[in-house]
């Protein structure tokens, strides 16, 4: 299984990006994707969850209204919306996966790291205050 990020970049407060992750390895579409992010001495931190199958996504608190998490099994890319950042929104995000298949997306699932065996690259959001 692989995971390819990319959209990162710089973006003022208020503006907008959408990261995209494209999975590949597993044997059918009903993965689980999870987004992440972590900036320096803080702890990877789940913003957001999707299932694959049927499309049913949970998101964190602090991101609910703002971010949005779709996929596109046509091209086999799960995406990230993010509108209106903060400046404390700046880290190094990550799309992951568990391997197992068919997990359901929920509040547990999206903030439990350890579930997630498959990890993208990373990339960095600044955005300027």
């Known amino acids: 299984v692989q995971l390819v990020e990319s959209g990162g970049g710089l973006v003022q407060a208020g503006q907008s990006l959408r990261l995209s992750c494209v999975v590949s390895?597993?044997?059918?579409?009903?993965?689980?994707i999870g987004w992440f992010r972590q900036s320096p001495g803080k702890e990877r931190e789940g913003v957001a969850c999707i299932r694959s199958y049927a499309g049913l996504s949970d998101y964190a608190d602090s991101v609910k209204g703002r971010f949005t998490v779709s996929s596109d099994s046509a091209k086999n890319t799960v995406y990230l919306q993010m509108n209106n950042l903060r400046a404390e929104e700046t880290a190094v995000y990550y799309c992951?996966?568990?391997?197992?298949?068919?997990?359901?997306?929920?509040?547990?699932?999206?903030?439990?790291?350890?579930?997630?065996?498959?990890w993208g690259q990373g990339n960095q959001v600044t955005v300027s205050s």
């Open positions: 390895g597993f044997t059918r579409d009903d993965y689980t």
């Open positions: 992951a996966a568990p391997a197992t298949l068919g997990i359901r997306c929920d509040r547990n699932a999206r903030g439990f790291t350890l579930l997630y065996d498959y």
